[in-house]
């Protein structure tokens, strides 16, 4: 459990002064930053405001009480007014907030709970919806560590100004016992960071299996499964760093970029492996290059970063596949039915990714979106994927709109060390296992089959007369034999 939470003292500063000289009289965003279960402590790098919703409403806004109730001999209207009051947050645009920035996220940065900027009175009746929406937060930006089951909710107070941080855990109901005070204190926490890269190649054979009554596997479906199931292995992978071994317990003590290598072991082949299961009509190939930064905690043992490398390359191949479910959904109307099967090879008229794969008849490619990494604050980066169509332009758009900075206009600073984009490369059975046989049209495989037919008949037929042929030579043989035994009884 976070016991203590030490935030960057240049970043909240700027945080503060931007929540006071506004007029908003309450605001909600995202805490940027770490959570160590080993030091039992959290790092807050900096806070995010979540931006107006569709509608162009505030995510939080301030609910005063109706003037009905206020009867005579009642508190003074400030007093009574500001008593009263509660916050209205708009939970599920919050958490669709956090779902987004956390994709722009690299190894050792997550969004790790909410702040709001409110009265003391306002905060105290919102107790619920605030555990509420920090809940939906954690449920939109998992952090994949299984022993972390908390996150922060930080109150920002404007009368009287002060900071306050708490720790809510995320249990099935939430109560107002799931929040507990933490110690919170500002400190240079961004300047300690230590910097690591990781370039990390796969190549995984994914299978196909026929469809079941239960479901029909889309190709973006397989590939998840697969991710899914490729986590345990990856997580077992020893590392290197700068050509050292890594032990567990040892810190970094050097400055400068770290590079990182992932050790798996000898893997049987995974091709020969797929094509040989039960009920499998297809394989997918999915291969390429996953770049990954990893940031690290002066206090932290480098086996975090290497844990945190692994847990980005994971995040990143499943944030690639939300992108290009996003795009499906915004293209395809709620009357459009994207699954169901059309004739004359018309299912190329549907997104690649949503097509139903036991029924391919010939092979199907989906490149994923590219990695790029953008400075962010003091030498860290955070990252964004970009569509082989789409320029960097639409990077600045979406710092602006997610993150609230300004991308640099200098192009050079932006860092594109994904060369080619990750490729799934989904194939029929017989055209994995047998390429030559992709070849042929329809009327050539049936003539191909009845060609064999026939040969098998001919075979057949041959293997009779063969057999004939050789009980007469045997029948001869034998007669010879005895006329040549009665022949030397007579001579005698």
């Not at 939470?5 to 908003?24: H, I």
């Not at 996150?151 to 109560?175: A, G, K, V």
Request: one cysteine or more.
């Amino acid at each position: 459990m976070v016991k203590a939470v030490v935030g960057e003292e240049s970043q909240l500063q700027l945080a503060e002064d931007r929540l006071s000289q506004s007029s908003a009289p309450a605001q909600v965003g995202l805490v940027i930053g770490k959570l160590s279960s080993g030091l039992d402590r959290g790092f807050v790098y900096d806070l995010v405001p979540t931006p107006q919703n569709d509608a162009g409403q505030p995510a939080c806004s301030v609910l005063e009480p109706a003037k009905d109730n206020r009867k005579k001999g009642s508190k003074p209207k400030s007093q009574s007014s500001d008593s009263s009051s509660s916050l209205i947050i708009d939970k599920e645009w919050v958490a669709e907030h956090a779902r987004q920035v956390s994709r722009m996220m690299v190894g050792g940065i997550n969004v790790v709970g909410i702040y709001v900027w409110a009265s003391e009175a306002a905060f105290k009746n919102s107790t619920m919806a605030l555990c509420q929406t920090v809940k939906g937060v954690a449920e939109a930006a998992s952090l994949l560590e299984d022993d972390l089951d908390e996150r922060l909710l930080i109150h920002i107070c404007y009368s009287p100004r002060r900071w306050t941080c708490r720790n809510c855990t995320l249990s099935s109901n939430i109560t107002s016992s799931s929040l507990r005070p933490c110690d919170f204190k500002m400190g240079r926490v961004l300047t300690s960071l230590q910097t690591f890269k990781c370039f990390y190649n796969f190549d995984l054979r994914l299978p196909i299996y026929q469809e079941k009554a239960s479901k029909s596997e889309t190709l973006v479906g397989v590939l998840r499964n697969g991710i899914s199931n490729y986590v345990k292995e990856l997580r077992g992978a020893k590392a290197m760093i700068d050509g050292n071994l890594v032990v567990s317990a040892e810190t970094c003590t050097t400055d400068g970029l770290h590079e990182i290598e992932l050790l798996l072991p000898f893997m049987k082949d995974m091709y020969i492996e797929a094509c040989s299961q039960k009920d499998v009509v297809g394989i997918v190939n999915f291969t390429g290059s996953v770049c990954s930064f990893s940031f690290l905690n002066s206090k932290e043992p480098i086996s975090q970063a290497v844990a945190d490398i692994k847990d980005d390359i994971i995040r990143s191949l499943l944030s690639r596949l939300d992108i290009i479910c996003d795009e499906v959904d915004e293209d395809v109307g709620p009357n459009d039915d994207v699954t169901k099967e059309t004739r004359n090879d018309s299912s190329s008229e549907k997104p690649v990714s949503q097509l139903v794969l036991h029924s391919l008849r010939k092979n199907c490619n989906l490149s994923l979106p590219r990695r790029v990494f953008v400075p962010w604050l003091a030498g860290t980066f955070i990252s964004d994927y970009l569509q082989p169509s789409e320029t960097l332009e639409v990077l600045k758009d979406h710092c602006v709109e997610l993150m609230s900075m300004e991308a640099p206009n200098d192009a050079s600073k932006i860092l594109e060390p994904e060369e080619e984009s990750i490729r799934a490369t989904a194939r029929s059975f017989w055209d994995a296992a047998l390429p030559h046989c992709s070849t042929l049209s329809p009327p050539q495989e049936k003539s191909r089959e009845i060609t064999s037919k026939e040969t098998s008949q001919k075979t057949i037929k041959s293997s009779n007369v063969n057999f004939i042929a050789a009980i007469v030579i045997l029948l001869l043989s034998v007669l010879v034999g005895l006329i040549f035994v009665r022949k030397s009884q007579c001579t005698v």
